[in-house]
T-cell receptor
Framework: DTGVSQDPRHKITKRGQNVTFRCDPISEHNRLYWYRQTLGQGPEFLTYFQNEAQLEKSRLLSDRFSAERPKGSFSTLEIQRTEQGDSAMYLC??????????????FGPGTRLTVT | GIQVEQSPPDLILQEGANSTLRCNFSDSVNNLQWFHQNPWGQLINLFYIPSGTKQNGRLSATTVATERYSLLYISSSQTTDSGVYFCAVERYTGNQFYFGTGTSLTVIP
């Protein structure tokens, strides 16, 4: 068990470009979360999957953002037509199987996005 | 959503000192976690503590769910304890966490 991994760790892009981030959760964790963190703030929830089903989306997740978890394993977060305000750390977390009574969330190292 | 307030926002300690960080939340919660965010941005799990008291080495935590607060105690602080400490609460099991704005701790030798 190597923990939650994210790729890339850093991404610099020009305004208007599309970017895609990947998250690989801890194996056997069926819940996966995306958060966004800006400087000086705590992480803010974006969206949540249980297996391949996207169960909840924050109002922060505008139409330019889309997330998928096609086979209930890894997930991708895509941002289209990036804006400077999208610059942030994007964090992924996973938690164990529903019904186990275990709910602790484990976070990956994050992807730091800079939009120029 | 739930409001999560952490205090103090900033804390500077001499190595070896003890400290108490507080987390207040505005509504009843099912779950609560404490995290340490290191300088590289990695969130490290410290405690999963929806209620009661837990200890792990020099760190301990207490959550009084009925009074909507949690405390994180750091004893004999070390320079490696520096970083930002976050409290996160979950209203309904399995859903999103709401984070506080954190306590930034600096431990000086």
């Amino acid at each position: 068990d190597t923990g939650v991994s994210q790729d890339p760790r850093h991404k610099i892009t020009k305004r208007g470009q599309n970017v895609t981030f990947r998250c690989d959760p801890i194996s056997e964790h069926n819940r996966l979360y995306w958060y966004r963190q800006t400087l000086g703030q705590g992480p803010e929830f974006l969206t949540y999957f249980q297996n391949e089903a996207q169960l909840e989306k924050s109002r922060l997740l505008s139409d330019r953002f889309s997330a998928e978890r096609p086979k209930g394993s890894f997930s991708t977060l895509e941002i289209q037509r990036t804006e400077q305000g999208d610059s942030a750390m994007y964090l992924c977390a996973s938690s164990p199987l529903a019904g186990t009574g275990l709910y602790e969330q484990y976070f990956g190292p994050g992807t730091r996005l800079t939009v120029t | 959503g739930i409001q999560v307030e952490q205090s103090p926002p900033d804390l500077i300690l001499q190595e070896g000192a003890n400290s108490t960080l507080r987390c207040n939340f505005s509504d009843s919660v099912n779950n609560l976690q404490w995290f340490h965010q290191n300088p590289w941005g990695q969130l490290i799990n410290l405690f999963y503590i929806p209620s009661g008291t837990k200890q792990n080495g020099r760190l301990s935590a207490t959550t009084v769910a009925t009074e909507r607060y949690s405390l994180l105690y750091i004893s004999s602080s070390q320079t490696t304890d520096s970083g930002v400490y976050f409290c996160a609460v979950e209203r309904y099991t399995g859903n999103q966490f709401y984070f506080g704005t954190g306590t930034s701790l600096t431990v000086i030798p």
